[in-house]
């Protein structure tokens, strides 16, 4: 049974989330799940995924010092101006996802590798728009991958969600981070590009992802890691 290494960069809650879940704590979505080693390395029964996925996070690791078969980065839209509809942009070009300072730094030191990508793929970073490539030889990374979160959420007055309830909101998560469907999403393109790449090793860059709190951090993780196995 091939094993897939998934490691979470920069977030850190992501590590005391993934051991919980490993515990049994991630709910019905994935009951079976059981602890393989104090690392929050996590798994499933082999009747229940094809392969084995082992989990581990290094909150402090910046995406351009990982070495591995794969580096998926997840990034935002541009934002649309305020009252833009779908149509005004017909026919042209979608604008490039902006990079953030830690975006820019992987852009460096992968020689223009990530800006190249964008821009031969026409990547928008649209909700769930993919790109892959192989990097050159010399790139700590053999494969880079791109998944897109579809463009930041518009600023809501302070009491817009005053009367709502927590049950209302928990199909997304919390304002500014990223819905739960578009993370079970990137949990798939992460298990999916793993098994097309026959890549052993993938990290994913989750610095974009918003929240960095115990419960934020806890539904990334399940919302990944149910996405991931869904696809296994």
């Known amino acids: ?19 919980a879940f490993a515990r049994g704590a991630a709910g019905p979505a994935l009951p079976r799940l059981r602890a393989l080693s104090a690392a929050a390395a996590v798994t499933m029964p082999e009747s229940a995924a094809p392969a084995a996925v082992a989990w581990s996070a290094d909150p402090s690791a910046l995406p351009a010092a990982w070495a591995g078969d794969a580096l998926v980065v997840p990034l935002r839209a541009a934002p649309k101006p305020e009252g833009a509809d779908d149509d005004d942009d017909a026919g042209e070009d979608p604008p490039p996802p902006p990079l953030d300072e830690r ?23 649209n909700d769930g728009e993919t790109a892959v490539a192989m990097l050159p030889k010399g790139a ?58 026959k890549a052993a090793s993938v990290a994913v860059d989750c610095a974009a992802l918003g929240g960095g709190g115990d419960a934020a951090g806890g539904d990334v993780a399940r919302a990944i890691a149910a996405g991931a196995y869904g696809a296994l």
């Open 103 to 125: 975006a820019r730094a992987l852009d460096a030191a992968l020689d223009g590798a990530l800006s190249d990508l964008i821009a031969a793929k026409k990547f928008a970073g």
């Open 1 to 19: 049974m091939t094993k897939i290494t998934i490691k979470i960069l920069g977030m850190a809650a992501i590590l005391r989330a993934a051991s």
């Open 140 to 197: 700590k990374a053999r494969r880079l991958a791109l998944f897109g979160l579809g463009p930041p959420p518009k600023e809501k007055a302070a009491d817009d969600d005053a009367d709502k309830d927590d049950d209302e909101t928990d199909g997304d998560a919390a304002d500014g981070a990223v819905p739960r469907a578009t993370l079970a999403k990137l949990g798939g393109f992460v298990a999916q590009t793993a098994k097309a790449e």
